[in-house]
């Protein structure tokens, strides 16, 4: 997946089936289901807090601009946390492969709890740049929804990214894409799941408005933000983790729910706020 869709969870999938048997987005849609999977082509002055997290040079997941050294992003996406000067970011760019900002990374903070006590449960870390982004248009941080922020039950939410755009071909994609999705029933999503994987209380689910699963993030999209609109604004509130398959309507995405680690990111790195 890098939303681990494909590494890991098609090894949980063969389990399963034994066991069963005021911001303006672009809104320029692409071919039939074309993008993210069922989105539409963006540039990144749309989602200048989005940055590909690259690994030896080849896109691996995506991550987000908390601050001008700190990307946050999904612990899966960082196999090699003990080597961090195989990692690096690029920001700035409505490509993965050029433009922008190349920034090597410093130190990865994985949290410690990274699969325990289920699998992909406190699936969230942060990545540490040996140089500061310059901010512009296209590279800016984004807030994290806050505990007192309100977000609607079917609250319109925006997740973006160079993960596949096909279900059929998972490869990454070139320019950045992003769909529109709404967060889904926890009970019936944790049901769906049974058996596949758990849904734990610091995870949310999220898919297409219709429930006929079109839209969804997919291969390559892990560790990218969730976005929704509060008060005027574009704040933070998940992270691309897991799922089974992509643009599943039995299983939506299950994004890692950022607000429930407030604590945790002012503990590791307490000079984070307020955002510089």
């Known amino acids: 997946m890098q939303r681990i869709r494909l590494l890991l969870l098609l090894l949980i999938a063969s389990v399963t089936l034994a066991a069963a048997q005021e911001q303006e987005l672009p809104a320029q849609p692409g071919p039939q289901d074309g993008r993210i999977v069922g989105g539409w082509e963006t540039k990144i002055e749309h989602f200048p807090h989005q940055v590909s997290l690259q690994l030896k040079g080849r896109h691996k997941c995506g991550g987000t601009i908390l601050s001008s050294s700190i990307i946050l992003t999904a612990a899966h996406c960082l196999p090699m946390f003990t080597n961090p000067n195989e990692y690096a970011i690029r920001a700035g760019s ?141 704040k933070l509130l998940g992270i691309v983790s897991w799922g089974l398959g992509c643009a599943n309507a039995h299983y939506p995405g299950v994004y890692t729910h950022v607000t429930a680690y407030s604590d945790w990111l002012l503990r590791t790195v307490p000079n984070l706020w307020p955002l510089n």
Not at 192 to 219: P, Q, W
Request: some cysteine.
């Open 94 to 234: 409505t490509l993965w492969s050029s433009g922008g900002s190349y920034v090597r990374v410093r130190q990865i903070i994985r949290h410690e709890q990274f699969n325990a006590p289920t699998l992909m449960n406190n699936d969230i870390a942060m990545v540490l740049l040996q140089q500061p982004l310059i901010f512009s248009p296209s590279i800016q941080p984004i807030e994290i929804v806050a505990p007192v922020d309100m977000v609607p039950a079917k609250a319109q939410l925006f997740v973006s990214g160079w993960g596949s755009t096909t279900v059929e071909q998972l490869t990454t994609a070139p320019r950045l894409h992003y769909t529109a999705i709404v967060q889904l029933d926890r009970v019936s999503c944790t049901k769906n799941y049974f058996g596949a994987g758990i849904v734990t209380h610091t995870m949310f689910c999220a898919g297409s408005k219709s429930g006929l699963g079109e839209r969804d993030s997919c291969m390559g999209d892990s560790g990218g933000p969730l976005i929704t609109h509060i008060d005027g604004r574009f």
